[in-house]
């Protein structure tokens, strides 16, 4: 599961780096940030999954944009 989401941040964060929304070095501190807060649990489906990955990118998506999750961690 864990891999899911790191690869979910990451995208996003690596996106926002290009866009120059955050500096190279906020890349690593993005998706710990994430990672921090992804839910545990086991996902025996696909369904399941995806919305792991929405969660993620959203939740990455809101640290570059206020430099932290602002809402719980689901």
Known sequence: FAPLVLNAANEIAVAAFLAEKI????????????????PGGRHLNLGDLLEAD???RE???EVVKHGTLTTSGR
Request: no cysteine; hydrophobic share 50%.
């Open 23 to 38: 500096k190279f070095m906020e890349i690593p501190a993005t998706v710990e940030r994430v990672l921090g807060f992804s």
């Open 54 to 56: 929405r969660q993620a």
């Open 59 to 61: 939740q990455a998506a």
